[in-house]
C-alpha cells in the first residue's frame, strides 16, 4: 500500500469520524432541548387552561348569581309559578331562557322549578316541559355552585354554575354551562397542544404524536384530568434535515480531506520517490546529489543522502585506487618470478668460473668474472626491485636506500679491476 493511498484513508476516515461523532451529538443535544422545550410547551399548556377554566368558572358564577339576584324577569317567572303558568307565558319564558343564554354567553342554560320541571332550554328548545328529577336537588342549593361535568352520549364536559331564586313556595332554579371545547381550542390555538378531557381508559397516541396525562388543579372546582396531544411531525421532519445536513457535512468534509491528503502524499512521495530513484541510479551507475524541495525533515534527509553519496564515491576512487596497485603488484610479481627463473643456470655458472679463479687457472679471466658478478648482481637487484614494487611508502624509501647502498659497493671494485691483454 503506498503511502498517498495510506494518507487518504487515514484522512478520510479521520474527517468521517470526527464529523459523524460532532454531528451525533449536535443532533442529541438539538432533540433533547426540543423535547425539553415540548414538555415545557405542555405544561404551559396545562397551566393556561387551569387560569382559564378559573377566569370562566369565576365569570360564570357571577353572571348567573346576579342573575338570579337582580334580574326581574326572574322574579316575574316565580311570582308566575306560584299563581300558575299559562301557555303563553310558559313560551315566554322558554324564549327569556335562550335570550338570557345568549346573553350571558352561555352555551347551555337551564330555567326549571323546584319541582324539576324545565321551564325553558336555552340550547334546546325542545326540553321545555319536560321533568327532571336530578334538578330537585340543583334547586335548593344556596349561593353559586361550581361543577365540572364531563361527557356523556349526548352531553358535553362543560363547567357548570347554579344559582336559585325563591319566591313564596316557589323557587325558581338556573343552570348555565359553558363547554370546555371552546376553552381549550382557545389554549390549542396559543400553545399549539390538542387538549380533551381525559377518559377513565388510557389513550393511545398515534403515529407522529406524543401525549401524557396531567392533573390540572382548578380553584374552586378541585381537580381536571387533562389529556395533552403535541405533534412531532415538525420534530421529526428537523430531526431529519439535521441528518441530512450531517450526511452532507460528512461527504462534504470526507472530499476535502481526501484532497488534502492527495496533495500532502504528493508532496511527501515526490522527494521520497526522488531519493529512491537517486539511491537506485548510486547502486547502479553514476551517483549524483539530489535536489529536495520539502519540509525540513525531507531537506535534512536529503543532505544526509547528498553526503552518503560523496562519501559513496570516494570510497570508489579509492577502490579503483587500490586495485590498479594491487594490479601492478601483480605484473610486478609475475614479471620478477619470470626473470628470477634464469637466475639459478648463471648464478651456478659464476660460482664456477670463482672456483677456477681460485684454483689460479689461467684460462679464467678475472675482468671477465667481475663483469659477469656484476651483470648477475644487477639483475638481481632489478628482480628484487620488481617483487618488492607496491609495497608501502616507507618500505620502497628502505629498499632504494638498501638498493643505492649495493650498487655502490659493486661499481667500487669494477673501478679498481686492473685490465689484461688479450
Same mark, same amino acid.
Given at each position: 500500500?503506498?503511502?498517498?493511498?495510506?494518507?487518504?484513508?487515514?484522512?478520510?476516515?479521520?474527517?468521517?469520524?470526527?464529523?459523524?461523532?460532532?454531528?451525533?451529538?449536535?443532533?442529541?443535544?438539538?432533540?433533547?432541548?426540543?423535547?425539553?422545550?415540548?414538555?415545557?410547551?405542555?405544561?404551559?399548556?396545562?397551566?393556561?387552561?387551569?387560569?382559564?377554566?378559573?377566569?370562566?368558572?369565576?365569570?360564570?358564577?357571577?353572571?348567573?348569581?346576579?342573575?338570579?339576584?337582580?334580574?326581574?324577569?326572574?322574579?316575574?317567572?316565580?311570582?308566575?309559578?306560584?299563581?300558575?303558568?299559562?301557555?303563553?307565558?310558559?313560551?315566554?319564558?322558554?324564549?327569556?331562557?335562550?335570550?338570557?343564554?345568549?346573553?350571558?354567553?352561555?352555551?347551555?342554560?337551564?330555567?326549571?322549578?323546584?319541582?324539576?320541571?324545565?321551564?325553558?332550554?336555552?340550547?334546546?328548545?325542545?326540553?321545555?316541559?319536560?321533568?327532571?328529577?336530578?334538578?330537585?336537588?340543583?334547586?335548593?342549593?344556596?349561593?353559586?355552585?361550581?361543577?365540572?361535568?364531563?361527557?356523556?352520549?349526548?352531553?358535553?364536559?362543560?363547567?357548570?354554575?347554579?344559582?336559585?331564586?325563591?319566591?313564596?313556595?316557589?323557587?325558581?332554579?338556573?343552570?348555565?354551562?359553558?363547554?370546555?371545547?371552546?376553552?381549550?381550542?382557545?389554549?390549542?390555538?396559543?400553545?399549539?397542544?390538542?387538549?380533551?378531557?381525559?377518559?377513565?381508559?388510557?389513550? %393511545?397516541?398515534? =403515529?407522529?404524536?406524543?401525549?401524557?396525562?396531567?392533573? %390540572?388543579?382548578?380553584?374552586?372546582?378541585?381537580?381536571?384530568?387533562?389529556?395533552?396531544?403535541?405533534?412531532?411531525?415538525?420534530?421529526?421532519?428537523?430531526?431529519?434535515?439535521?441528518?441530512?445536513?450531517?450526511?452532507?457535512?460528512?461527504? =462534504?468534509?470526507?472530499? %476535502?480531506?481526501?484532497?488534502?491528503?492527495?496533495?500532502?502524499?504528493?508532496?511527501?512521495?515526490?522527494?521520497?520517490? =526522488?531519493?529512491?530513484?537517486?539511491?537506485?541510479?548510486?547502486?547502479?551507475?553514476?551517483?549524483?546529489?539530489?535536489?529536495?524541495?520539502?519540509?525540513?525533515?525531507?531537506?535534512?534527509?536529503?543532505?544526509?543522502?547528498?553526503?552518503?553519496?560523496?562519501?559513496?564515491?570516494?570510497?570508489?576512487?579509492?577502490?579503483?585506487?587500490?586495485?590498479?596497485?594491487?594490479?601492478?603488484?601483480?605484473?610486478?610479481?609475475?614479471?620478477?618470478?619470470?626473470?628470477?627463473?634464469?637466475?639459478?643456470?648463471?648464478?651456478?655458472?659464476?660460482?664456477?668460473?670463482?672456483?677456477?679463479?681460485?684454483?689460479?687457472?689461467?684460462?679464467?679471466?678475472?675482468?671477465?668474472?667481475?663483469?659477469?658478478?656484476?651483470?648477475?648482481?644487477?639483475?638481481?637487484?632489478?628482480?628484487?626491485?620488481?617483487?618488492?614494487?607496491?609495497?608501502?611508502?616507507?618500505?620502497?624509501?628502505?629498499?632504494?636506500? =638498501?638498493?643505492?647502498?649495493?650498487?655502490?659497493?659493486?661499481?667500487?671494485?669494477?673501478?679498481?679491476?686492473?685490465?689484461?691483454?688479450?
Amino acid at each position: 500500500m503506498t503511502l498517498a493511498l495510506r494518507l487518504q484513508i487515514a484522512f478520510g476516515l479521520l474527517a468521517l469520524v470526527a464529523t459523524g461523532a460532532i454531528g451525533l451529538l449536535t443532533r442529541t443535544a438539538w432533540q433533547t432541548a426540543e423535547e425539553d422545550r415540548f414538555d415545557q410547551q405542555l405544561a404551559l399548556a396545562g397551566k393556561g387552561v387551569a387560569k382559564l377554566i378559573e377566569g370562566e368558572a369565576s365569570q360564570i358564577a357571577d353572571l348567573l348569581q346576579s342573575t338570579c339576584d337582580r334580574n326581574g324577569d326572574i322574579d316575574q317567572t316565580a311570582m308566575d309559578a306560584e299563581h300558575g303558568l299559562t301557555a303563553e307565558r310558559r313560551l315566554a319564558i322558554s324564549q327569556l331562557a335562550k335570550d338570557q343564554m345568549k346573553a350571558l354567553h352561555l352555551d347551555e342554560l337551564l330555567v326549571f322549578t323546584g319541582t324539576g320541571e324545565i321551564l325553558g332550554a336555552g340550547h334546546d328548545p325542545a326540553a321545555a316541559g319536560k321533568v327532571d328529577r336530578s334538578l330537585v336537588a340543583q334547586a335548593v342549593v344556596k349561593g353559586p355552585s361550581l361543577v365540572v361535568r364531563p361527557a356523556g352520549q349526548r352531553t358535553k364536559a362543560a363547567l357548570l354554575a347554579r344559582c336559585s331564586h325563591s319566591f313564596g313556595s316557589q323557587v325558581i332554579g338556573l343552570m348555565g354551562a359553558r363547554h370546555l371545547d371552546g376553552m381549550l381550542k382557545s389554549v390549542e390555538e396559543v400553545f399549539d397542544v390538542k387538549l380533551s378531557i381525559a377518559g377513565t381508559s388510557p389513550y %393511545v397516541p398515534k =403515529a407522529h404524536e406524543r401525549s401524557r396525562t396531567v392533573t %390540572v388543579p382548578i380553584a374552586g372546582i378541585g381537580e381536571l384530568r387533562l389529556l395533552e396531544t403535541l405533534s412531532t411531525k415538525t420534530l421529526e421532519e428537523h430531526l431529519a434535515s439535521v441528518d441530512l445536513t450531517i450526511i452532507l457535512a460528512s461527504a =462534504a468534509t470526507v472530499v %476535502v480531506a481526501i484532497f488534502l491528503a492527495i496533495w500532502m502524499a504528493n508532496g511527501l512521495a515526490r522527494p521520497l520517490e =526522488a531519493l529512491a530513484r537517486q539511491a537506485g541510479e548510486g547502486v547502479s551507475g553514476e551517483p549524483r546529489p539530489v535536489a529536495v524541495k520539502g519540509t525540513r525533515e525531507i531537506v535534512a534527509f536529503a543532505s544526509a543522502f547528498n553526503k552518503a553519496l560523496d562519501d559513496l564515491v570516494k570510497l570508489r576512487k579509492r577502490l579503483a585506487t587500490t586495485e590498479r596497485i594491487a594490479a601492478r603488484r601483480e605484473i610486478a610479481r609475475r614479471v620478477a618470478h619470470e626473470i628470477k627463473n634464469p637466475l639459478a643456470p648463471i648464478r651456478a655458472a659464476v660460482e664456477t668460473l670463482r672456483r677456477l679463479r681460485a684454483r689460479s687457472d689461467p684460462s679464467f679471466r678475472s675482468s671477465s668474472h667481475h663483469q659477469d658478478r656484476f651483470r648477475v648482481h644487477r639483475v638481481r637487484s632489478a628482480t628484487g626491485s620488481s617483487s618488492h614494487l607496491g609495497r608501502s611508502r616507507r618500505s620502497r624509501q628502505e629498499h632504494h636506500r =638498501a638498493l643505492r647502498n649495493r650498487r655502490r659497493r659493486c661499481l667500487a671494485p669494477r673501478n679498481a679491476m686492473p685490465h689484461h691483454s688479450s
